[in-house]
């Protein structure tokens, strides 16, 4: 799944694809990459942004998601965590809704997707950006994560959408601090205890960043970054995923490509 971030303020390519052209070239880049799944944003989840109106956020990204499906073979997913936004995206030919707040910004959303046959992606989230950092208490953060995500996924069911149509995303960066982060990572196995396909949305957060540079993590440039990512991708890739969420596309699909030559190695 390749990012794409029709924003002025993501916190790594904010400003980069705000222009239409420039958004499609980019999605016409990743594509060509290997991207199955083009995600486009229209509003920052970073730390401390804030909320765009319904408005901004649909005019940036209704016009992308709809020349995409005209001239790509790729699947689209809209991410945002809105029910309006979500059902028009839809309309204009969204694959998957990704909804970071699991449901727990707007409700709504819940039957938005339900009477459209889409995949929806529901995260595990406490709060807004502006006070995210600010909800990081667990007393086990693997256990709680899972256990949120569970109650979530019921209440999506009891609103009508179908069990096998959800993919569940841990929301590694979302309320959690950096140990919690890794802690996290290194227990997604339990995540299959909820047995729903899950997808990892990892790439170029703090916690990447942290683990190369703990006492300047902001120093840490893209590609440093980038190239962490992919070492983690490759790593998780021992486990059970749907997907990976990436910015850099190309990296991703040369670690994948070189997992699965050792794999193939391994079996003869």
């Known amino acids: ?62 016009p992308v998601i709809r020349a995409i499906k005209d001239e790509l073979k790729v699947k689209v997913s809209i991410d945002t965590m809105n029910a309006d936004t979500a059902a ?55 256990r709680e994560v899972v256990a949120e995500l569970a109650e979530q996924v019921s209440m999506a069911v009891a609103a009508g959408i179908a069990r096998e149509r959800i993919v569940v995303d841990p929301g590694l960066g979302f309320a959690k601090d950096m140990k919690q982060n890794w802690d996290l990572v290194a227990r997604l196995d339990e995540l299959e205890n909820l047995e729903l396909p899950i997808l990892v949305g990892a790439s170029r957060k703090r916690f990447i960043a942290h683990a190369l540079d703990s006492k300047n993590p902001q120093s840490v440039d893209t590609g440093r970054r980038d190239v962490a990512t992919a070492v983690l991708t490759a790593l998780l890739l021992q486990r059970k995923l749907w997907g990976i969420r990436v910015h850099n596309v190309s990296n991703t699909v040369d670690a994948i490509s070189v997992v699965a030559a050792l794999k193939e190695a391994q079996d003869k």
């Open 88 to 142: 028009k995206a839809i309309a204009a030919g969204a694959d998957i809704v990704n909804d970071v707040s699991g449901g727990l910004a707007d409700p709504q959303i819940f039957a938005a997707v339900a009477d459209s046959d889409c995949n929806y992606v529901l995260g595990h989230w406490r709060g807004h950006s502006d006070i995210m950092d600010s909800l990081t208490t667990y007393s086990d953060v693997a």
């Open 1 to 62: 799944m390749g990012v794409l971030n029709v924003t002025p303020d993501s916190f790594s390519d904010g400003g980069q694809f705000l222009e239409f052209d420039s958004a499609l070239a980019h999605a016409r880049e990743m594509a060509e990459q290997g991207a199955q799944i083009i995600d486009i944003g229209g509003e920052s989840t970073r730390p401390g942004s804030m909320r765009v109106s319904l408005d901004q956020e649909q005019q940036r990204v209704l």
